[in-house]
């Protein structure tokens, strides 16, 4: 980067801190959600015609409406289809997910894969693979499950000893040192055995590909329960930024809604991560986006990051297949191309501050 | 009595003696706890490298091995200890110090604790470059190892350039190492799925550091490079440590700054490139050494010998613990040290946390 350009961003990212959001009034930033809805359509359309075999968008609407036995139709109903479902469900399990730590530790830089939850679930997913030798989605959801919320409990202790508290840089340090120790034994654990090194290596790249709709049904409960949670704790999360004390003053119960923001990230991160395998830096990107939008309210974040998140992940999904075509690229393999200049851009504001 | 008197100067509590050789010709100041440090993990060094020696699929007690290493003993005992355990626990042994000393380097120059390889990104950016030739190029060790070093150099780099915002500040250059990290990371699974399973296996634990089957004829060639580097580490620990002071500081005592700064840059990166280049990217080692040996001689600031101690003895032990762990499959010792690596990594942020 030039120092010119680096100057801009510099003052670029100042404005930002002082500017409440683009959208000021309710009426604006309702605009801006059908906006936000209306591409979010539009993405799920072109997900569904764009692939190894493109199909015009008129034959999309028939074989979803209108379905005969074609070849095109068939391909829509058992793959396309189903795939897009799973990105929906998935990019808003992480988005959402994303936005609830930000808003929880008030780190500008959480992220369920750089706090170490997706590696967290990740490790549990080849315990359950590689030792106790599962294969249906069904039976390893729930070492999904057990690996997020044990990892995001555990970070949050390792990072929040002492007087300071939870301070962004601790909890990302420990996020990390926590996830590399679970990566490092999970790679240890693969490479014992070539069929679960093959299983996960599959699994590891972060990919919406699972034909039918099984992996749909194990997770979609799941995530469905973390987001309305999730949009519960919108409003005590909104007390929550002010400080402990003030936001106990205003009524908000702490505990409770750290209880429950806990468990609804788990939800959400263990399902996508089973779902999907670890998928990184939709939910770092995605509530930035959203602030940026609609200022500093939690239920506004929550509402967009929702609708935004799934845009993000299948426009990764449709990029990633027609870099390559015919082949694919996996969705965790664009989105971390995506997501790591954001990660860096935001690393090099003059003030990692908190929210 | 005056301060001439005491030929030691001030006494900041450390007992100091000075060694003069040939009359005054060569003399050096000399630290004697750090002295008695390094001696005593040195010693745990060898004794956990001749226990790993020692056990085995196949047993043989300790005074055999002593009694095979002196060449005093011959037929079966001979080939498994000197032929086949030796080699790669003599790796163990001086890859750990390298490493040791290239993470001091590299966190007295960036003034760091974190600023070790690992963080910087040259770990992954060296796997990137391996499997670049083993995948796409199914090139042979030399050709692996040559891609490894452009990869990390690279890598190190790209990382410690974006996080240059009027210095480098600590925090910025982990998150910036998780981010270049993170993109070669799926570069490198995109690589590995495009692979054969075999091919895709090798790599992958080629990429997790190990030192599973390496011989004689690693053995050769790292120690003659070693035998290079690790002296040439040594005779610039003291303008490491004055350059600690700041470059101004450095000059007055007659340091000439930019001149040392690079060649300790080159040392460090040859260092950990020789490393990578043998066995692989093995992390935390590097990180951990420097400020574990540190916290044992209480010295002021990151030391080379005493990291070079403690890095042969990290590596020893972690590579008998592959060893053994899962007897008899063989992990690949760097799964070992990350995993010790983070726990350390988490026990040090506890510790920061109750001192505030």
């Known amino acids: ?355 | 009595m005056s301060v001439q008197d005491q030929p030691q100067g001030i006494n900041f509590g450390r007992p100091i003696r000075a060694v003069r050789l040939f009359g005054e010709a060569v003399s050096h100041r000399v630290d004697l706890k750090t002295v008695t440090v390094c001696a005593i993990l040195a010693v745990i060094a060898v004794v956990v490298a001749l226990i790993t020696i020692s056990s085995g699929e196949y047993q043989v007690p300790l005074p055999d091995v002593v009694r095979a290493l002196f060449g005093q003993a011959e037929g079966r005992i001979h080939m498994v200890v000197v032929e086949w355990r030796l080699p790669r626990t003599a790796l163990a042994l001086i890859l750990g110090a390298a490493l040791g000393i290239g993470g001091a380097i590299f966190q007295s120059l960036t003034r760091n604790p974190l600023g070790s390889p690992d963080i910087i990104g040259f770990d992954a950016g060296a796997y990137s470059g391996a499997l670049v030739v083993i995948i796409l190029l199914q090139g042979g060790y030399y050709a692996i190892a040559g891609g490894a070093l452009v990869g990390g150099l690279i890598t190190a780099l790209m990382v410690y350039f974006l996080a240059y915002n009027r210095g480098v500040q600590g925090f910025r250059l982990i998150i910036v190492g998780i981010g270049v990290s993170a993109m070669l990371n799926s570069v490198n699974t995109w690589m590995l799925l495009r692979a054969k399973l075999e091919v895709a296996m090798a790599a992958a634990i080629w990429g997790a550091g190990s030192l599973n089957g390496l011989g004689l004829d690693r053995l050769g060639p790292a120690t003659l490079v070693l035998a290079v580097l690790i002296p040439m580490a040594l005779l610039m620990a003291r303008p490491m440590a004055q350059l600690e002071l700041g470059d101004d500081a450095a000059r007055a005592l007659g340091i000439n700054a930019e001149r040392s700064r690079l060649a300790l840059l080159v040392i460090g990166v040859a260092l950990t490139a020789t490393v990578t280049a043998t066995a692989g990217p093995i992390g935390f080692v590097a990180l951990a050494a420097p400020q574990l040996a540190r916290r044992l001689t209480g010295s002021p600031g990151v030391a080379m010998l005493p990291a070079a101690a403690m890095g042969a003895l990290l590596l020893a032990a972690a590579d008998y613990i592959a060893q053994r762990a899962f007897a008899p499959t063989q992990l690949p010792v760097g799964i070992v040290t990350v995993s010790l690596g983070g726990v350390y990594f988490v026990w040090l942020l506890l510790r920061e946390a109750r001192r505030q």
């Open chain 1, 1 to 355: 980067m030039t120092a010119a350009a680096a100057v801009t961003s510099r003052t670029v990212a100042r404005e930002e801190e002082k500017r409440p959001g683009l959208a000021q009034t309710n009426a604006k930033r309702l605009l801006w959600l059908l906006v936000a809805v209306a591409v979010l359509l539009a993405v799920i359309v072109a997900s569904i015609a764009i692939g190894s075999k493109d199909i015009p968008v008129s034959t999309v609407f028939d074989a979803i409406f209108a379905y005969n036995d074609s070849d095109d139709h068939a391909i829509i109903q058992a793959l396309r289809v189903p795939r897009t479902i799973l990105g929906i469900g998935v990019g808003m399990a992480l988005g959402m997910s994303g936005a609830l730590i930000q808003a929880l530790t008030r780190n500008p830089l959480a992220d369920p894969g750089i706090l170490g939850v997706n590696a967290g679930a990740a490790f549990f997913v080849v315990l359950g693979v590689g030792i106790f030798g599962m294969t249906s989605i069904q039976s390893f959801i729930w070492f999904a499950f057990l690996g997020a919320i044990v990892t995001t409990v555990l970070v949050y202790a390792v990072g929040s000893v002492g007087r300071a508290g939870a301070t962004p840089v601790r909890l990302t340090l420990a996020g990390v040192a926590i996830g590399a120790v679970l990566s490092g034994i999970s790679s240890g654990i693969t490479l014992l055995n070539p069929t679960t090194f093959d299983r996960m290596r599959q699994w590891g790249a972060g990919s919406l590909v699972a034909p039918g709709y099984e992996t749909i049904w194990a997770t979609m409960p799941f995530i469905a329960a973390g987001l309305v949670l999730a949009m519960l704790m919108a409003r005590p999360l909104n007390a929550v930024a002010l400080g402990d004390d003030l936001a106990s003053a205003l009524g908000a119960n702490i505990m409770r809604t750290r209880i429950g923001v806990v468990i609804a990230t788990t939800l959400l991160a263990g399902a996508a991560t089973a779902a999907a395998g670890p998928i990184g830096f939709v939910g770092l990107m995605v509530p930035h986006a959203a602030r940026w939008i609609v200022g500093p309210d939690q239920r506004w974040i929550f509402l967009f990051t929702v609708v935004l998140a799934p845009v993000l992940l299948l426009t990764s999904d449709i990029l990633g297949r027609i870099v390559m075509r015919p082949g694919e690229l996996q969705v965790g393999i664009v989105t971390a191309f995506v997501g790591a200049p954001v990660l860096i851009a935001l690393a090099r504001r003059r003030r990692v501050s908190g929210l």
